[in-house]
């Protein structure tokens, strides 16, 4: 009996440190995973002055982005300064969506209000990782 219980131990130290290897890599490969904390570190210097990441409060310039992955674009009921270019767009924010409109918010919607462009491929995700971490 004990040296299956010996048996077990290695076996499931073995397991654990094969576990631990793949973490440890994926954290160190910066390309394969968003970084959330860079993405909230962006986020508070580039959007933070304008868009509120809390339900109530914080400021008004952009509309409140909590809950943005999921909703219609221009659909924030609080923000009532809405371009007719982004209410007309008809888009529904995705990574896939947000990824293309924040490239370039303006080659995306024509008219649209939305100031800033992240043109860095690997901070863009960040942010937008961090963007669907904001959920209702
Ligand atoms: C100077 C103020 C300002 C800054 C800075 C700013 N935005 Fe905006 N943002 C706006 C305004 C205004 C709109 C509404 C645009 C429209 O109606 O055309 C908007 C719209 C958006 C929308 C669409 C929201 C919706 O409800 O459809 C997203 C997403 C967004 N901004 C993300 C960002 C991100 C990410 C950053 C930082 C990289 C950022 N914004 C920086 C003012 C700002």
Redesign the pocket.
Known sequence: MSNYCRLFVVATAILLSMILTRTSHAADSPSDSPDIEHGKA??NT??G???SVQKTGGPG?????VG?VG??????PD?A???P???ASN?T?SVET?DR??VN?MAM?P????????RDDKTRAD?IAY?ATLKE
């Open positions: 962006t986020f580039m959007c002055v304008c868009h310039e952009g509309p409140n982005l943005l909703r219609k674009a221009a659909s924030q923000f300064k809405y371009s270019a982004l209410k888009l924010w947000l409109f924040l918010p919607v008219g649209t209000l939305m100031p800033m462009l992240i942010v963007l």
